[in-house]
T-cell receptor, first 115, second 113 residues
């Protein structure tokens, strides 16, 4: 079974630019989550999709962040315009069944550096 | 909301020794507590989890204990090996949420041969 994949693995951009991160969850997984780890701190929740619907976006820092999951398959997270404090590792995770506290499988992350 | 504190932030042991990592949580209604291991350059991987209806769970050299009254849970690794070296994260589910996990800050474990 293929795991969660993320693209790109690294991204270096300048402040004010736009970056789009992509996550492909495990096939058949209804739940898709975005998390972020900044500067060696804790992994922080950003948002949660159930299929194509945003279930919980309470962790999104501000309106510069936009997440989508069209068709309920892959998801994108766009940062526009990027700021220095957006640097960190962005993880995507997926779990199988909606409404059940199930194992979350993580992707390898995208390391974003904003200069 | 839920808050998870994890200690220590770094831990250095000799091969063969035991390692213990402790976490406390604030939301007494949390009911799911996973532990993830992240090796350098790799993805976080679930190594063990425990639900609030049990007090202890073991899987070979790894065990997790949960004290609901005190709101803390611990990871125990026995007979440590160099390949156990990694960053370990504890997490707690947020009650009333939809599977949202709240993570601790991580513990960097170094096992020296």
């Amino acid at each position: 079974e293929a795991g969660v994949t993320q693209f790109p693995s690294h991204s270096v951009i300048e402040k004010g630019q736009t970056v789009t991160l992509r996550c492909d969850p495990i096939s058949g997984h209804d739940n898709l989550y975005w998390y972020r780890r900044v500067m060696g701190k804790e992994i922080k929740f950003l948002l949660h999709f159930v299929k194509e619907s945003k279930q919980d976006e309470s962790g999104m820092p501000n309106n510069r962040f936009l997440a989508e999951r069209t068709g309920g398959t892959y998801s994108t997270l766009k940062v526009q315009p990027a700021e220095l404090e957006d640097s960190g590792v962005y993880f995507c995770a997926s779990s199988q069944v909606a409404g059940v506290q199930d194992t979350q499988y993580f992707g390898p992350g995208t390391r974003l550096t904003v200069l | 909301g839920e808050n998870v504190e994890q200690h220590p932030s770094t831990l250095s042991v000799q091969e063969g020794d035991s390692a213990v990592i402790k976490c406390t949580y604030s939301d007494s209604a949390s009911n799911y507590f996973p532990w993830y291991k992240q090796e350098l350059g790799k993805r976080p991987q679930l190594i063990i989890d425990i639900r609030s209806n049990v007090g202890e769970k073991k899987d070979q050299r790894i065990a997790v204990t949960l004290n609901k009254t005190a709101k803390h849970f611990s990871l125990h690794i026995t007979e440590t090996q160099p390949e156990d070296s990694a960053v370990y994260f504890c997490a707690a589910s947020e009650s009333g949420g939809y599977n949202k996990l709240i993570f601790g800050a991580g513990t960097r474990l170094a096992v020296h041969p």
